[in-house]
Antibody, heavy 117, light 107 residues
Framework: EVQLLESGGGFVQPGGSLKISCAASGFTFSDYALTWVRQAPGKGLDWVSLISGSGGSTYYADSVKGRFTISRDNSKNTLYLQINSLRVEDTAVYYC??????????WGKGTTVTVSS | ETVLTQSPATLSLSPGERATLSCRASQSVSRNLAWYQQKPGQAPRLLIYDASNRATGIPARFSGSGSGTDFTLTISSLEPEDFAVYHCQQRGNWPPITFGQGTRLEI
């Protein structure tokens, strides 16, 4: 069974940093690109970033460019998102999703990041 | 950036009725559009990809249509478990990947 499991969310003060992870199982990890999507409380879905299967190509939403860094460790079947210079508006549930056939075909359950003073 | 506008924001129907949800793109995305279902407290689930293809395990009562800028998700006969939020997403002009704001389907 294909599974994604996020971890590492928490409560952070504005300006702080956090690194969240997504552990994958049930598929050949390096064959697929992966994405991060977030959802602020009561709001819609907001694409954050995507990384290719090899890790050689990365893409970001303008709202996070320069503050967030996506990466992956194909030997550990794990995806990461380093989040720096956190803002109150970054408060959200962060989902990782497998980019299968150019869509998000499998999603994790999400990890919550709360930014507040 | 391609903006997706979903309508209506909220749709109130009863089990057994037909639901029609709309997603309009600010520029053509060809057929590069997906629909996701999200229930409270859960992650989204892929329903439809490439405008009209059902994802694995999705019941036949869900269908998608459209191309270019206008897309429709139809649920032919609503089941109790279909009441949820539905999001459209485009990959025709990316980055960025964009989502609509969602349509809440309520009883």
């Amino acid at each position: 069974e294909v599974q994604l499991l996020e971890s590492g969310g928490g409560f952070v003060q504005p300006g702080g940093s956090l690194k969240i992870s997504c552990a994958a199982s049930g598929f050949t990890f390096s064959d697929y690109a992966l994405t991060w999507v977030r959802q602020a409380p009561g709001k819609g879905l907001d694409w954050v970033s995507l990384i290719s299967g090899s890790g050689g190509s990365t893409y970001y939403a303008d709202s996070v460019k320069g503050r967030f860094t996506i990466s992956r460790d194909n030997s550990k079947n794990t995806l990461y998102l380093q989040i720096n210079s956190l803002r109150v508006e970054d408060t959200a549930v962060y989902y990782c999703a497998k980019w299968g056939d150019y869509y998000m075909d499998v999603w994790g359950k999400g990890t919550t990041v709360t930014v507040s003073s | 950036e391609t903006v997706l506008t979903q309508s209506p924001a909220t749709l109130s129907l009863s089990p057994g009725e037909r639901a029609t949800l709309s997603c309009r793109a600010s520029q053509s995305v060809s057929r590069n559009l997906a629909w996701y279902q999200q229930k409270p407290g859960q992650a989204p689930r892929l329903l439809i990809y490439d405008a009209s293809n059902r994802a694995t395990g999705i019941p036949a009562r869900f269908s998608g249509s459209g191309s270019g800028t206008d897309f429709t998700l139809t649920i032919s006969s609503l089941e109790p478990e279909d009441f949820a939020v539905y999001h459209c997403q485009q990959r025709g002009n990316w980055p960025p990947i964009t989502f609509g704001q969602g349509t809440r389907l309520e009883i």
